[in-house]
DNA sequence: AAAATAGATTGCGTAATGCAAGTGACCCGT
DNA sequence: ACGGGTCACTTGCATTACGCAATCTATTTT
């Protein structure tokens, strides 16, 4: 299975932060709530790169920040990840509203083809609103 | 998210092998080719077991072995472990044949039914066959 | 009773992680 | 153009987790 890549602690909650939080940048990244060192999060990034889930490039206006995006191997992990949020959703109440999860729980498909539509349109908007920490 | 229990190599490997493989024993995971070590499996399985997501009890007929077996909240992360699955034999050439894969990303409702009738029936047939090796 | 098996624990060396501080490139206001 | 700040990392070091082999207790088998 993929746990060469997602066997630690980090690598799914970076897929997850980009794909459905619209984060790009390391800073985003770092100070997403979850408290990743600095050195485990440029590690982690080069292996994404590396397993061809992320690319990178620097960003256009700020030669200084590189944008992270998802490759097509990286937003198909989005079944994947919808799935564990939702199973999370349901055993721990700390996430989202239950009616958000529920809503979401039953347009499963419909959610998953609008993050694949925001990717393919470079469209950063964040799939899921904010609610407090919807770890 | 769910990566307090999840966000190491094995769990979620173990989770998948009683569920999918039908495997029930501490010998039947340390044996299961991943090479996981038995003092990390025996601490794996104590907190998946805090976790509410196995339990334990002796097997009848031979009382020292033991026999783990999924919580509804085991079997509710069925669809993920699916999805992972999936997403792993789409990029990587090693896992299962590709029309085996392919029958199983078209009905992928279906096989989570079966895996939950199959928990409901304490039936611990696998629903993958083994292909050499199918992680 | 002795040997074997199952589940698990212990000791130990190595690898991964967390934390604080530091580095070099770049941006921005003056 | 200079100084301060920001950004993406690196580095050094202490702590923790992991892999591996040996060992332990309880139970089953012969």
Redesign the interface.
């Known amino acids: 299975?993929?746990?060469e890549i997602?066997?630690?602690?980090?690598s799914?909650?970076i897929v997850?932060d980009v794909m459905v939080r619209g984060y790009r940048t390391f800073q985003e990244f770092l100070q997403s709530g979850e408290g990743i060192a600095s050195n485990v999060l440029a590690e982690r990034l080069k292996r994404l790169r590396a397993a061809?889930i992320l690319t990178a490039q620097r960003a256009d206006g700020d030669g200084r920040k590189i944008c992270y995006q998802l490759t097509q191997?990286g937003v198909?992990?989005a079944?994947?990840v919808l799935?564990?949020?939702?199973?999370?959703a349901?055993?721990?109440p700390t996430a989202a509203p239950p009616a958000v999860v529920e809503r979401m729980a039953h347009n499963r498909e419909q959610i998953v083809q609008e993050v694949r539509r925001r990717w393919a349109a470079k469209d950063p908007t964040p799939v899921l609103p904010r609610f407090g920490d919807a770890?």
Do not use: H, T
Not at 6 to 10: A, I, L, Y
Not at 83 to 88: C, G, N
């Open positions: 299975m993929a746990l997602f066997g630690d602690r980090w799914l909650l997850r061809g191997k198909d992990l079944p994947a799935d564990i949020f939702l199973w999370s349901m055993y721990e770890r």
